[in-house]
């Protein structure tokens, strides 16, 4: 079946330094995308979702950008902190027989440094 | 907003013995409610899905099975745990598109 998945397993930064982590996905018909953060032990976190009407939306220190043409979906982080280490999940929701089904990636792995 | 409240947070089970996990959510009604498993260092595997009371779809075939005895509640549940059931469960409420996830159980069959 058609997948979601990441480019880079995992990306060590330094404190203060953008981070941008990347995600391909393979159905077209997919029409929302989300990322997620989830810290050790904890459940996935929402972060920012995108539309596919749209190719860039903004949150607090968070951009996601959108490229149908290529299917491609990114997540940047502006003056990455030590918080922000944890792994970072792209997610598409697509139409399916039960209605709307999320798909998740593998993840991405981040590890800021001092 | 909804709250998700998973228990317990951490098992130890041995092999053959039955499961149990719960998931409750507060602040939202009919909402769709999943079950996925996390293996370490892995992606989300969704194994089932509700969209209401008594009605349970199953994404994989596997040694569980699910429950929605009440609208908020969804139970995660085995009569014989092999090792590889072995993982991180997380309960997942949505009413739309976009999902919130409980805190998660993390699951040891020795």
């Known amino acids: 079946g058609e997948s979601v998945g990441l480019h880079l397993p995992t990306l060590s930064v330094q404190e203060g330094d953008n981070s941008i982590i990347n995600c391909a996905y393979s159905n077209s018909a997919s029409d929302y995308f989300i990322w997620y953060k989830q810290e050790s032990g904890k459940g996935p976190q929402f972060i920012i979702d995108?539309?596919?009407?749209?190719d860039k939306r903004q949150g607090q220190r968070v951009t996601v950008l959108l490229n149908k043409t290529v299917k491609h979906l990114s997540l940047q982080i502006a003056a990455t902190q030590p918080g922000d280490s944890a792994v970072y999940f792209c997610?598409?929701?697509?139409?399916?027989?039960?209605?709307?089904?999320?798909?998740f990636g593998k993840g991405t792995s981040l590890l800021v440094t001092p | 907003s909804q709250t998700i409240h998973q228990w317990p947070a951490t098992l130890v089970q041995p092999v053959g013995s039955p499961l149990s996990l719960e998931c409750t959510v507060e602040g939202t009604s009919n909402p769709n409610l999943y079950w996925y498993r996390q293996a370490a260092g892995r992606g989300l595997q969704l194994l089932f899905y509700s969209v209401g009371i008594g009605q349970i779809s199953s994404e994989v075939p596997q040694n569980l099975s699910a429950s929605r005895p009440q609208d908020r509640q969804f139970i995660l549940s085995s009569k014989k745990l092999l090792l590889s059931d072995s993982g991180f469960y997380l309960c997942?409420?949505?009413?739309?598109?976009?999902?919130?996830f409980g805190s998660g159980t993390q699951l040891s069959v020795l």
């Open positions: 995108i539309r596919s009407n749209m």
């Open positions: 997942a409420c949505g009413g739309g598109e976009k999902l919130f």
């Open positions: 997610a598409e929701n697509y139409p399916s027989n039960s209605g709307y089904a999320l798909n």
